[in-house]
């Protein structure tokens, strides 16, 4: 089976329609969705950025195409001031206090981007009304459609290029948002009924990457999993993360964390194995949705 477990629709920060993008994964997409040599997923994952707003059409879309669909999220946390991303499958969507989380933290980012547009906006052409042009309405702004703004008037040459310059954690127009810290996003998760992976927790290329320390003290509040299998994750780090994984009991998963044209990750570039999402969904309080 192919299973890929992080995407992100434009209820975040990717650029497909949720339904686009159960399509795209279903083989129904446009011309380079999938990685080389993959026609279609069994298996996709809906993570966008603390949200399940995109879970009913993409629900809907997977029942029309024939694949099957876990519903998730990525949840922002922090730890030792490093920001981490948590992989949230098959929670409870109701939970009312890890909707409370999800709120806190759209508000939070919300406040940062306009925060580091007013910024940019004193040195670059880019305004608010930029970057809410590179959105869809109910989209949580981030600085994902920031870079697409300052792309758009021709500052930077790509989103990547925007997040190695100026939207970097050490750039002077970087502001940080609230984010819960880890441990506490962690038992929130698994308080909702959901299994919690961190996601590409070996991307050092990002920037700093949490210690063994830190997954340890995750485990230990309930992770469920390392997603290990994931392009920003080297050589080096995936022996690190496969390694740690085997000593603390965890799952590890494989995914390609697609956006669309946002990045170029391709859907099904990097799997995760039945066995894996087995248990997910063994765990998991929400079923997966069966084509």
Not at 106 to 131: I, K
Not at 167 to 192: G, K
Not at 218 to 224: D, F, N
């Amino acid at each position: 089976m192919l299973i890929d477990l992080h995407t992100h629709s434009h209820v975040s920060d990717g650029t497909d329609a949720p339904a686009a993008l159960v399509a795209a994964a279903a083989g129904r997409g446009p011309a380079g969705a999938l990685a080389d040599g993959v026609r279609r997923l069994d298996v996709v994952a809906l993570t966008d950025h603390d949200t399940v707003g995109g879970w009913d059409e993409a629900a809907a879309a997977a029942r029309e195409h024939g694949i099957d669909l876990v519903l998730g999220t990525e949840v922002s946390a922090r730890a030792e001031g490093i920001s981490v991303h948590l992989l949230s499958y098959l929670h409870d969507p109701h939970d009312a206090a890890l909707l409370a989380l999800f709120d806190a933290v759209r508000v939070s980012r919300d406040g940062r981007a306009r925060v580091m547009v007013e910024r940019l906006g004193a040195d670059f052409p880019v305004t608010w009304e930029d970057v809410v042009d590179q959105t869809q309405p109910g989209t949580t702004i981030g600085r994902p459609h920031i870079a697409d703004a300052l792309v758009a008037a021709g500052v930077c040459a790509s989103r990547d290029v925007a997040f190695a310059d100026l939207l970097h954690t050490d750039s002077p127009y970087y502001v940080r948002h609230a984010v819960p810290d880890a441990p506490d996003a962690v038992r929130a998760i698994v308080a909702a009924g959901g299994v919690a992976v961190m996601a590409h927790p070996g991307a050092h290329m990002r920037g700093r990457i949490v210690s063994d320390a830190v997954i340890e003290e995750l485990a230990a509040a309930g992770l469920a999993g390392l997603e290990v299998a994931h392009r920003d994750n080297d050589d080096a780090q995936r022996v690190r993360l496969d390694r740690l994984a085997q000593r603390l009991g965890l799952l590890t998963t494989g995914s390609s964390d697609f956006h669309g044209d946002g990045k170029p990750n391709r859907l099904g570039e990097n799997l995760t194995s039945s066995e894996a999402l087995a248990e997910i969904e063994r765990r998991g309080t929400t079923r997966m949705v069966r084509a």
